[in-house]
RNA sequence: GAGGGCAUAGCUCAGUAGGUUAGAGCGACAGUUUGUGGCACUGUAGGUCGUGGGUUCGAGACCCAUUGUUCUCCCCA
């Protein structure tokens, strides 16, 4: 046997880790649950067909499959070499396989949806928190398994989903400690550039390049405008929108003047204004920036689109989503609108790592150990060890009884903090001696005082 | 899909131009010290140098291949 190893891109969370991303996961879960969005969960795999054909030729390829079962029994063998031969010629893959493993929450929940349409009560808001996995090449902040975290709601029209979407991204970084911006922009808008500039068709090679505007920079974008079959003059126009300044305010009246008429465009606008608007007067509107540079790749976004950075972070965006028009017109399910978040829980700990916002509480395992000094001594002590537990305190008794240097080690290696020793002459006065770790203050204390005692 | 870097003890890494018996720190274990820890000191264990070939009198080091890992680009979270 050789040395065990991790599938690639995978990762072990040892228990300081899985404690800070519960954290985050609790604090996420808690205020979707307060704004009345109910847990889904769906299964690891799905069909494959659920999947395939809905992320686009690349996503395609990054989809983990799941190779069927029996494929080696040898009545089957010539038909499962007959079926790989198909593969090899780019054909169907039910007969090797049939199943694959979630890419992401949307499309699942979008199978879910389309199944369960006539029993789910509409405005349906559900959050879901799993993993997900991608056959993607492992980079820096890139794994092959990772959670996604989503919140949607299905089957409103209404702009009141975005206006608490906002607001429950700004909950949820104020209860982390995290300052971030909530940039907000409307595909409407993008739409009216993209006719602007001479056409719908343009909408999609317009907004993959503005897209990469914060990664490559104002003149490669305007590279690639043109090598995307833009001219000169078209680019102007979309230059004189990127570089649109100043407050939410002064930067709608520009581009006011720069839309014009357009229908479309005004109707983006006035949208955005409403959102904005709507959280004059409360904590959020800090936080929310009109940002037309902001495009999102994902192009089934139809409506307002969201992305959340962290302020003090060299991070890219922690957050992001949109609104959506048609989530399950490709299961046959036409006419359910909806509009989602997402956040991005691996570089959340990132930044709250970088910037040491983790609480110390987080980290609190075991209160209390009791040292093992014998059998009598022990069992004493497993009792009491009990007790304390059905209160809620977290107890452990060593199990061997070892030296005092070695149980006091297993506790300075856990950060346990008080000690409890019962030796033979406690034994027979029913008390215990408790000492606090940290500064090194001990006191006898009777077995009934230590459970009522304040850990 | 394309292109780089790295691979030596449980962990982090040294290892000069190829030259005897491959080192350090941390960690583990034991002792100083069997009812009071963290520190200190002393000692012990732990390596077929990722794998397979090749060059050489001689390879941890050089060459080729292979596997793993990591990073960049594409794409994405």
Known sequence: MSKPSLPQGTRDFSASIVRKRNYIFQTVRSVMESYGFQPL????????DTLMGK???????????????????????????????????????KGLTERALRYDLTIPFARYVAMNHAQLTMPFKRYQIQPVWRAD?????????????????????????????????????????????IKMNNRKILAALAEICGGADKLVNIT??????????????KEELSER????????????????????????????????????????????????????????????????????GLNYYTGIIFEVKANNAQMGSIGGGGRYDDLTGTFDVPNIP??????????????????????????????????????????????LVQ?????????????????????????????????????????LENTVVIKNLLTGDQQSLTNSELLSFAF
């Open 41 to 48: 969960e769906t299964p690891a795999m799905e069909n494959l």
């Open 55 to 93: 992320y686009g030729e690349e996503g395609d390829k990054l989809i983990f499959k799941i190779l069927n079962n029996g494929l080696d029994n040898p009545a089957k063998q010539d038909q499962a070499k007959f079926e790989f031969d198909k593969i090899l010629a780019g054909k169907n893959t």
């Open 137 to 181: 090449r492992p980079q820096k902040g890139r794994y092959r398994e990772f959670y996604q975290c989503d919140a949607d709601v299905v089957g409103s029209y209404s702009l009141l989903n975005e206006v608490e979407l906002a607001n429950l991204y700004a909950e949820v970084f104020k209860q982390l400690g995290v300052d971030v911006t």
């Open 208 to 221: 993959v390049a503005i897209d990469k505007l914060d990664k490559i920079g104002l003149e490669k974008v």
């Open 229 to 296: 079959g833009l001219d000169a003059n078209q680019i102007n126009t979309i230059e004189t929108y990127l570089l649109i300044d100043g407050s939410n305010e002064e930067k709608i009246s520009s581009l006011k003047k720069l839309i014009g008429e357009n229908e479309t465009g005004n109707k983006g606008i006035k949208e955005l204004e409403w959102v904005l608007n709507y959280h004059q007067h409360n904590f959020v509107s800090t936080h929310l920036q009109a940002d037309f540079t902001l495009a999102r």
């Open 338 to 383: 909806g509009v989602g978040i997402s956040f991005g829980v691996d570089r959340i700990y990132d930044v709250m790592e970088e910037l040491q916002l983790f609480p110390a509480e987080v980290q609190t395992g075991t209160k209390v150990l009791f040292f093992n000094l014998g059998d009598a001594e022990s069992r004493a002590a497993y009792s």
């Open 387 to 427: 007790l304390l537990r059905n209160k809620g305190i977290a107890a452990e008794l060593f199990h061997e009884n070892s030296k005092f240097d070695k149980q006091f080690k297993y506790a300075d290696k856990k950060q346990i903090p008080y000690a409890v020793i019962i030796g033979s002459k406690e034994l």
